[in-house]
Nanobody
Framework: QALLVESGGGLVQAGGSLRLSCAAP????????MGWYRQAPGKERQFVSA????????DYADSVKGRFTISRDNAKNMVYLQMNSLKPEDTAVYYC??????????????WGQGTLVTVSS
């Protein structure tokens, strides 16, 4: 069973930084694009960022461009999301995902359990 495990969420003040981590089984990590989604209270789940298997191609939602950076370590089967200049509107549960092209939610094959990020004003 594919299992993605996120960590690194927490409470941070506006303007601060957090780094989310996601551990994946090698069978999932080695064959999929990886990424992150988030869901704020009362809102739909939305795409945040994606990274290709090689790490050479990344994509970001407009709302996080220039503030968030996605990366992956293929030797450790880990994917990361460095979040800087956090805003209260970044408050959400963040999900690690894997799939053929995770920029399309319908194509996400595996979801993590989520980690809560709360940004106070």
């Amino acid at each position: 069973q594919a299992l993605l495990v996120e960590s690194g969420g927490g409470l941070v003040q506006a303007g601060g930084s957090l780094r989310l981590s996601c551990a994946a089984p090698e069978s999932t990590f080695s064959s999929h694009t990886m990424g992150w989604y988030r869901q704020a209270p009362g809102k739909e789940r939305q795409f945040v960022s994606a990274i290709s298997w090689s790490g050479g191609t990344t994509d970001y939602a407009d709302s996080v461009k220039g503030r968030f950076t996605i990366s992956r370590d293929n030797a450790k089967n880990m994917v990361y999301l460095q979040m800087n200049s956090l805003k209260p509107e970044d408050t959400a549960v963040y999900y690690c995902v894997a799939g053929a092209d995770v920029r399309v939610q319908e194509w996400v094959r595996v979801w993590g359990q989520g980690t809560l990020v709360t940004v106070s004003s």
